[in-house]
């Protein structure tokens, strides 16, 4: 069997299905196997950057691998940027990059380039994948596929990358021959029955607990689903991550929204932040990002008990006295199930308070005219099925979709969160579908969607059922509102004076042949939506007001429960004696 033939097999076997990237003279090889494959399909991207996105976007949707391929140098630097999402966000991807045949290597010392668009992209990208090898010896082929396939799922998921010379490609291979890969056992880590049992105990000790979940759980998976019924049974408030947001939907009686240290839901991070006595994070990182920039002042005077699979992860600690179990959350959600009815105390009292805090701050902010984005974004969210993948890019409009889409149930939102790429949402968007046969939506903000704006001709020629919505103010609003606290509002880059501008949406999506409309108001916006066939892809570009914000924001150097726009102190006087 032809090498090429061989590795596409592999992956089609381990349930890969569709294979996401751009032909090149040394992928080429690959990239033949892929397209005559009766295993999967093939989907031809415009640039790298966005079939990595697409596989991330996969990936994120199922948390099963995904498959991106790229050629040397130049396609391989295009994939990085996916490469590093991945990594950050713990999207099982196996990248795959062509390069120079092995015998045209100079072996040369420090030499700069061997050969026509060779490039060292193992080097390139050691710091952000779990496992990334050249092949070298057509005999290592086996072994590195099934490890690099178990690499990308095992422990904390995350990338790997196979660098692929163009004479490792064509050769006539008997796998049988090759040698293969066995996993070591490891027993590293703690029992997750202690883990279960010390976080029941804390339970009933506790007053007034929240569980934090994170993007350890796996939208879908049987562990959301245990999870949430053992949250469910318990009346145990709900905080997530803003990438664990769909865990739960919009509507949920225990959903007390997600952290963050910035742009956080402002009841959420007042819960969290001032109320609990007893944290409990599964599969949340709780960085700074989420707890604030001064970790030891998040809820103070909680108790914090921690479960997390990445032993550094633990080293960066909350609290110097939290409670840390490295395990894997899924395993101690699965025991915790069973145990339910070992917590002996109620929180109803609790759960009324925090749903109480909750009511009062979203009226607070619902009065808030800062906020007017906001109501577009739970326009968007009233019109979209049951089901969506919705996802978002990087900006204000991240900010105002993760506290204002109204996820219903079965909806995904994905996001670009560690890495925080602009022009991940279109290509994701594209993924996701493929990984869930569900329609997709791409919300993005003017500056990003130009990022991958080149692949509305993938999304026509595949005529891929995705809602595109631009929200346009001609401007960088997130970096504006930046540059209004540190730089006195001299909007470099970010405005038109300053540099940058943008293009009529509606006009770019017509000229590859897509349906696309231009609105300036929630009710246009509604009634576009619902005139629009959603089967097809179709393009909103939405016009808002350049002096846009992103409200409540936790200003540098203050608590994080204590946002702007400030509430009046007597509701927050009354709030904390709650």
Not at 231 to 236: L, S, V
Request: proline letters at 3%; one cysteine or more; charged letters at 20%.
């Amino acid at each position: 069997m032809k090498s090429s033939d061989y590795i596409v097999n592999f992956f089609a076997q381990k349930g890969i299905k569709h294979f996401f990237g751009y032909q090149g003279t040394m992928i080429a090889h690959f990239a033949d196997s892929v397209f005559r494959s009766q295993e999967v399909t093939n989907h031809c991207c415009c640039n790298e950057q966005g079939g990595g996105f697409a596989a991330v976007g996969y990936a994120k949707a199922t948390g099963k691998a995904a498959l991106a391929y790229a050629t040397s140098g130049p396609g391989a630097c295009n994939l990085i940027s996916a490469v590093a999402d991945a990594y950050y966000d713990s999207a099982p991807v196996i990248f795959i990059t062509g390069q120079l045949n092995t015998y045209e290597y100079l072996h040369i010392d420090g030499i700069r380039q061997n050969g026509f668009q060779e490039m060292d992209v193992i080097s390139a990208v050691d710091a952000v994948t779990k496992y990334c090898v050249k092949i070298e010896d057509i005999n290592d082929l086996r072994y590195v596929l099934e490890r690099a396939y178990y690499e990308c799922l095992a422990g904390r998921p995350g990338p790997v990358l196979i660098d692929l010379p163009m004479d490792m490609q064509r050769q006539e291979i008997d796998s049988e021959t090759m040698k293969t890969f066995e996993p070591e056992e490891t027993i590293d880590g703690d029992d997750p029955s202690q883990a279960a049992q010390a976080i029941i105990d804390a339970l009933n000790e506790a007053e007034c607990p929240v569980l934090v979940l994170g993007n350890g759980i796996v939208h879908g998976s049987k562990t959301h689903n245990k999870v949430l019924a053992f949250a469910e049974k318990n009346r145990i408030p709900i905080i997530t991550s803003m990438l664990g947001r769909d865990l739960l939907p919009s509507d949920h009686t225990l959903n007390m929204g997600h952290l963050g240290g910035g742009y956080g839901h402002r009841y959420a991070n007042i819960i969290s932040y001032k109320k609990a006595d007893l944290i409990v994070s599964l599969g949340c990182s709780l960085c700074k990002r989420q707890t604030a920039m001064k970790p030891e002042k998040f809820a103070e005077k909680a108790k914090i008990i921690r479960v997390e699979i990445d032993p550094l992860e633990l080293t960066r600690k909350v609290h110097q006295d939290e409670i840390g179990f490295l395990t894997d959350c899924n395993d101690v959600i699965d025991i915790l199930e069973g145990k339910s009815a070992s917590v002996k105390k109620s929180f109803d009292s609790w759960l009324e308070t925090c749903c109480q805090i909750r009511e009062k701050l979203i009226a607070f902010d619902a009065g808030c005219a800062e906020r007017k984005p906001n109501a577009l974004l739970e326009t968007i969210s009233n019109q979209m099925e049951d089901n969506m993948v919705i996802c978002c890019d990087v900006g204000q409009h991240q900010v105002w979709t993760s506290q204002s889409f109204n996820l219903k149930s079965g909806q995904q939102l994905l996001v670009s969160g560690g890495h925080g790429a602009m022009g991940f949402a279109l290509p994701a968007a594209i993924g996701a579908h493929y990984a869930t046969g569900q329609k997709s939506v791409a919300i993005c903000g003017d500056g990003a969607f130009q990022m991958n704006i080149q692949e509305l001709q993938w999304v026509f020629r595949e005529q891929v059922p995705v809602t595109m919505i631009v929200l346009n103010n001609q401007s960088l609003g997130l970096i504006q509102q930046q540059q209004d606290d540190i730089f006195n509002s001299v909007y470099a880059g970010s405005v038109a004076t300053g540099g940058y501008s943008a293009p009529d949406f509606t006009a770019v999506a017509e000229a590859f042949g897509i349906n696309a409309k231009t609105v300036s108001s929630s009710e246009d916006l509604a009634g576009a939506l619902q005139e629009m066939d959603s089967e097809k892809p179709r393009l909103i570009q939405v016009m808002i007001d350049a002096g846009s914000r992103a409200f409540p924001k936790t200003f540098f150097g203050e608590e994080m429960y204590n946002q702007r726009p400030y509430i009046p102190e007597e509701l927050m006087t009354e709030i904390l004696k709650m």
